[in-house]
Nanobody, 123 residues
């Protein structure tokens, strides 16, 4: 079972940038599609971005398209989420997830989850 550990969260001002990282415990992570999700206080967890096993396909939620970029480094067993032009509505706990299949947006289809990292955007 792959274990995931997120890092890179923090406090940033509106318009600022952060890069989240998600490190996997095993090299077989490269065989998984990876996704980023987030959960704001009082709201359900929602899809943010996903990337295929090869890195050739990426998908984004409309709310982050053009501002966020998902990428992965197979040599480091790590997936990243570069977040630019952050807005107050991006404030949430961000979770990394993985599934040994195609990249999709459905939260319930992801089998492995990290513990989350807090992102707070202040105005």
């Amino acid at each position: 079972q792959v274990q995931l550990v997120e890092s890179g969260g923090g406090l940033v001002q509106t318009g600022g940038s952060l890069r989240l990282s998600c490190a996997a415990s095993r090299a077989t992570f490269s065989n998984y599609a990876k996704g980023w999700f987030r959960q704001a206080p009082g709201k359900e967890r929602e899809f943010v971005a996903t990337i295929s096993r090869t890195g050739g396909s990426t998908y984004y939620a409309d709310s982050v398209k053009g501002r966020f970029t998902i990428s992965r480094d197979t040599s480091k067993n790590t997936v990243y989420l570069q977040m630019n032009d952050l807005k107050s509505e991006d404030t949430a706990v961000y979770y990394c997830a993985a599934r040994p299949a195609l990249p999709i947006t459905a939260i319930s289809e992801y089998t492995t989850w990290g513990q989350g990292t807090q992102v707070t955007v202040s105005s």
